[in-house]
């Protein structure tokens, strides 16, 4: 248990950005840390809200910019820290008690691991999505290779059957250290989602990374956060994916060939994103491309349904997802 004056090495770092609703739970489960990180701040990226007051009236040190974005943000984020680990929190999430304190035992035993992550679960205002990242996950992270060490597992090398490893890379539930966020670059601001895969994948490629398998972030979705703006991310997404594909040295082995796996779904879906809002046009453009890489029911019915018109389109698309769900193919 938290004793008086335990602290971590840790600066735990909260960009934030209109999360009035959300912000002083995501705050107060910083200051309900077993082991208190030795800093605490956040950086508010221009909110318009009440956002900054709030996180000041519970005395939290506010650093204020004008709205740079999520991965710029970050970046103020890991300049401003001044610890040698950085534990990464959204505006809208919650920390388990024992993060820092469990994520700080894996690193001091495992001094060769650069980035740490854990176990999760996500929730909505219906209740909880998903009850662990593990358990969800169980199939092919069972398939990774790595060594057991007190509280979870030493990953020495990211493998491609690990296909689901992204989803433990997200920033709240991360601890990463701060030369190594600055070494490779940080968070690339030019992409407006799916950075935090970008840069993490980037840290991973230089170092052993480690998951504690303890459920330590609760993480929660709504209507306004991030992920859920989707025609936008699946063009982020797929922008993502060619950057890693056209600079393979940047990136884990594994991860390189992931995306090359990933490409042609990816191109799928940005498509059936940009036909959800008419824009066939484009949607035809990345659909010819995917069925380049790959021939599929799928992409044959969403090409299908961006060249007839509108209501027949619209019938081939729930053909698509009903084949998808059904099928698997």
């Not at 980035?115 to 929730?123: K, M």
């Not at 060619?242 to 990816?266: D, G, M």
């Not at 191109?267 to 659909?287: M, T, V, Y």
Request: hydrophobic residues 40%; proline residues 5%; neutral net charge.
């Amino acid at each position: 248990m938290k004793t008086q004056n335990q602290t971590a090495p840790v600066s735990a770092v909260m960009p934030a950005y209109n999360a009035a609703p959300f912000i002083r739970e995501a705050i107060e489960s910083v200051f309900a840390q077993t082991v208190a990180p030795a800093e605490f701040f956040v950086v508010d990226d221009g909110s318009t809200d009440d956002s900054a007051r709030i996180a000041e009236s519970m005395g939290v040190r506010v650093i204020s910019q004008a709205n740079a974005g999520l991965p710029g943000a970050r970046n103020r984020c890991v300049r401003e820290a001044l610890q040698p680990w950085v534990a990464f929190i959204d505006d809208d999430d919650a920390w388990m008690p024992e993060k820092i304190e469990r994520q700080m035992e894996i690193v001091s035993q495992n001094p060769e691991v650069g980035l740490v992550s854990c176990d999760f679960t996500i929730f909505d205002e219906q209740g909880t999505i998903v009850r662990s990242g593990l358990e969800k996950y169980r199939r092919d992270y069972d398939l990774q290779p790595k060594r057991r060490c007190r509280g979870g597992v030493v990953i020495d090398q990211l493998d491609e059957r690990f296909e689901s490893a992204h989803y433990f890379l997200l920033p709240t539930y991360v601890m990463i250290r701060r030369d190594l966020l600055r070494a490779v670059g940080m968070f690339d601001e030019t992409i407006e989602s799916a950075e935090d895969f970008d840069c993490f994948m980037r840290v991973i490629a230089g170092t052993p990374f480690a998951i504690a398998e303890k459920n330590l972030v609760r993480r929660r979705e709504h209507a306004n956060n991030a992920s859920s703006r989707l025609v936008n991310n699946s063009l982020q997404c797929l922008a993502v994916t060619y950057k890693v594909i056209e600079h393979p040295e940047l990136y884990p082995p594994a991860t390189v060939a992931l995306c090359k796996r990933w490409l042609p779904s990816n191109l799928r879906h940005a498509a059936a994103r940009q036909l959800s809002i008419g824009n066939r046009g484009e949607a035809r453009k990345l659909l010819r491309e995917s069925v380049k890489l790959e021939l599929s029911t799928r992409t044959l019915l969403a090409l299908s349904a961006s060249i007839t018109p509108a209501v027949i389109g619209k019938n081939l698309m729930s053909a698509r997802y009903f084949v998808s769900k059904r099928f698997g193919i």
